[in-house]
Nanobody, 127 residues
Framework: EVQLVESGGGLVQTGGSLRLSCAASGFTSDDYAIGWFRQAPGKEREVVSCISSKDGSTYYADSAKGRFSISSDNAKKTVYLQMIDLKPEDTAVYSC????????????????????WGKGTLVTVSS
């Protein structure tokens, strides 16, 4: 079974940086997509960024463009989310999820397309 474990969250000041990691295991195929999602207190979950293991194609939400960068180490089955210039509104629980369909659909419809989820890591940006 696929397992995802996030790490790298913490407390950072406005303008600071963090790198989140999502360590995956249990894939039976090399064709999958990993997405980062976040949920702030009192708000709905939203997609942040996604990456395909097959061709490395990426997707960024508008809120992430220019400040966040997603990358992957396929040999380690680990996906990273580098976040810079963090703002208080970035405060949220960040979770990674895997879409093993090979379509990448989960990035656009997480509820129906993401098959496995990590437990999340808390990012707190102080003002």
């Amino acid at each position: 079974e696929v397992q995802l474990v996030e790490s790298g969250g913490g407390l950072v000041q406005t303008g600071g940086s963090l790198r989140l990691s999502c360590a995956a295991s249990g894939f039976t195929s090399d064709d999958y997509a990993i997405g980062w999602f976040r949920q702030a207190p009192g708000k709905e979950r939203e997609v942040v960024s996604c990456i395909s293991s097959k061709d490395g194609s990426t997707y960024y939400a508008d809120s992430a463009k220019g400040r966040f960068s997603i990358s992957s180490d396929n040999a380690k089955k680990t996906v990273y989310l580098q976040m810079i210039d963090l703002k208080p509104e970035d405060t949220a629980v960040y979770s990674c999820a895997a879409d093993v369909s090979g379509t990448g659909y989960g990035c656009y419809d997480a509820d129906n397309g993401m098959h496995y989820w990590g437990k999340g890591t808390l990012v707190t940006v102080s003002s």
